[in-house]
Each structure stands twice: as C-alpha cells, then as structure tokens.
Nanobody
Framework: QVQLVESEGGLVQAGESLRLSCAAS????????MTWYRQAPGKQRELVAE???????NYADSVKGRFTISRDNAKNTVYLEMNSLKPEDTAVYYC??????????WGQGTQVTVSS
C-alpha cells in the first residue's frame, strides 16, 4: 500500500519561507520521480517541482530560484523548500508519484496561504 503524507502547510506573509515534507511508505522515493503539484482556487492543478531518480530537478518557471525540491533517502521523504513566498503561491500543494497507469499516487494535499 503506497501512501504519501504531506506535512501541514500554513499561513505566512509574503516574503517568508515554508518547508513542506512528503513522507512516503510503500515505495522508495529515491527510485521514482517525485513531484509536487499545486492547485489554486479556480485554476488547474500545475506542476511545481520534480526530482528524478538520478537527482535531476525541474521547476515551474514561476517558482525557479525560490523553491527547492530535495529528498532524504534515509527518511524516505521528499521536501519542498519555499522561499520568498508570494500571494500567488497560495494553493493546495500535493505530493505525487507515478509508477504506472494503474499506480498513480497522490497525497492528501496541504493548504499554503500567503498573505500580502
């Protein structure tokens, strides 16, 4: 049974930082591509950042230079460090991994709210 459990998000002011974590069970995060998505009210879910098996990282243009995705293999956890947060970063953030067409897993989502 694969489970992805995100840490609690929070309410922060613009310019502040926040770190999200995604604790995985049932898979080994270092083997699969792990991804953070977000969905703002009235908008489609969008990719924020991903980290591949080889450690290659990819970011949405809107977060490049501000967000960092990383993983701790010993803790089997993926992180999203978010700096210089903006009100437009307000969204529900989801951890995700895709193993196959029938094995596509999402976390429960965590709310991040950035006030101006």
């Amino acid at each position: 049974q694969v489970q992805l459990v995100e840490s609690e998000g929070g309410l922060v002011q613009a310019g502040e930082s926040l770190r999200l974590s995604c604790a995985a069970s049932g898979i080994i995060v270092s083997i699969y591509t792990m991804t953070w998505y977000r969905q703002a009210p009235g908008k489609q879910r969008e990719l924020v950042a991903e980290i591949t098996r080889s450690g290659f990282t990819n970011y949405a243009d809107s977060v490049k230079g501000r967000f960092t995705i990383s993983r701790d293999n010993a803790k089997n956890t993926v992180y999203l460090e978010m700096n210089s947060l903006k009100p437009e970063d307000t969204a529900v953030y989801y951890c995700h991994t895709f193993l196959s067409l029938s094995r596509d897993y999402w976390g429960q989502g965590t709310q991040v709210t950035v006030s101006s």
